[in-house]
Structures are given as structure tokens and as C-alpha cells.
């Protein structure tokens, strides 16, 4: 039972323009959600999170939207840089618990 | 500072044997995390440790798996008579405890392949 969706397995972007990740979720009790990145070979690596109370989220090239009654969230990384290629997961938790619920990842590649 | 470590960063086994996979996480962490990845999927909690606390195995797939932590540091998984679908890359992740269980830092992982 997937909890969380990301629905774009690939994204390819041109250096300097705008990605936009998506994520969806289907658990109305999820109340925090965060983004991490992964390069081959490493573990995933905490990038940005945001809090149901909040509906953005901002961390330099890197902004985070969330949608809580279309149940969907976004990451944006504006301008996009070739070492931003990797593969990145979203994940969703409630406050309360610890297990993150992760969905199964976008390859996002920025060409040069 | 030093990151989460993991042991072996590979392991080929034959289906059957067992196997143990060990987690150094970051010093002064007190909670711990083992996260399952097949290939093509998203990342899936096996079970947590937060202090002297009894672990959550809940996320256990069967009873060939367990694992165990020493106070707040090292911990293994061990996988008994391993079979095929137990092939995936082997996550470990520490947090500082209760008040940051949403921010876990991960380990490289360990792939697991069963033969």
C-alpha cells in the first residue's frame, strides 16, 4: 500500500531552468513532510521539510509547496545545476511517529 | 563529523545461509533506523530503536529477520536462510531522539544479493 506517490519516475532539465518534483500522498494523518536526495552509491541525504502548518517552505535554490487539501506536495530547485542530478525521494511522516513513508523516487538529470 | 557507517558495503550470499549487516550510527543519535529499498521501489522501515526503549520490529517482513542495538550504538541485522527476494540495498539511519525522529541521516547501505 502505497502512502506516498511520485508518479514522474525521470525528469530532465536544462541548466539554470526550473525543476518541479512532484508528490503525492494519500494519508490525511501525514502532518510532516521532507525531501531527500541520493547519489548512486550513497545514501539518501536530507534536503528540505515542511510542517502541515506551513504551506512553503524555502532554502535557497530550494522550495518546497505543499497542498493539503489536493493532498500534494512539490520541491523546486530554481536555477537547476548539474550536481543537483540525482534521484530524489519524498517522504511523509506523522509528528508523532518516526517511520518515514517514502514514495519511489524521481531521477531528475540537469544537462549542462 | 563522522556520518552513518555500514558493513559490508556489498554481500553476495546463497539462498539459505544467513547474514549480518552492522550500522555504526552518529555519535550521540539515539534513535536508529533499517530501511529495506528493492529495486525500482521507494525505501521501506523495518524497525527503530530509540534508547533503551523495546525496539518497533513492526516493520519486520518475517521472522528470518531481527536485529539488535548495543545501548546507542552499533546495531545489526541479521537475515536467516536468506531467500531471493530478500535482495535489496539495506539502509541504516540515526536521529538525534524523539524531539528529531523526522530528520534522519542516512548510511551508504549495504546491497544485499541472495543467489
Known amino acids: 500500500d502505497q502512502q506516498v506517490k511520485q508518479n514522474s519516475p525521470s525528469l530532465s532539465v536544462q541548466e539554470g531552468r526550473i525543476s518541479i518534483l512532484n508528490c503525492d500522498y494519500t494519508n490525511s494523518m501525514f502532518d510532516y513532510f521532507l525531501w531527500y536526495k541520493k547519489y548512486p552509491a550513497e545514501g539518501p541525504t536530507f534536503l528540505i521539510s515542511?510542517?502541515?502548518?506551513?504551506d512553503k517552505n524555502e532554502d535557497g535554490r530550494f522550495t518546497v509547496f505543499l497542498n493539503k487539501s489536493a493532498k500534494h506536495l512539490s520541491l523546486h530547485i530554481v536555477p537547476s545545476q548539474p550536481g543537483d542530478s540525482a534521484v530524489y525521494f519524498c517522504a511523509a511522516t506523522r509528528r508523532t511517529h518516526y517511520a518515514l513513508n517514502f514514495g519511489k523516487g524521481t531521477s531528475l538529470l540537469v544537462t549542462p | 563529523g563522522a556520518g552513518v557507517s555500514q558493513s559490508p558495503s556489498n554481500k553476495v550470499t546463497e539462498k539459505g545461509k544467513d547474514v549480518e549487516l552492522r550500522c555504526d550510527p552518529i555519535s550521540g543519535h539515539t534513535a536508529l533506523y533499517w530501511y529495506r529499498q528493492r529495486l525500482g521501489q521507494g525505501l521501506e522501515f523495518l524497525i527503530y530503536f530509540q534508547g533503551n526503549s523495546a525496539p518497533d520490529k513492526s516493520g519486520l517482513p518475517s521472522d528470518r529477520f531481527s536485529a539488535e542495538r548495543t545501548g546507542e550504538s552499533v546495531s545489526t541485522l541479521t537475515i536467516q536462510r536468506t531467500q531471493q527476494e530478500d535482495s535489496a540495498v539495506y539502509l541504516c539511519?540515526?536521529?538525534?531522539?524523539?524531539?528529531?525522529?523526522?530528520?534522519?541521516?542516512f548510511g551508504p547501505g549495504t546491497r544485499l544479493t541472495v543467489t
Open positions: 515542511i510542517s502541515s502548518i506551513k
Open positions: 539511519a540515526s536521529s538525534l531522539g524523539i524531539r528529531k525522529t523526522y530528520e534522519q541521516y
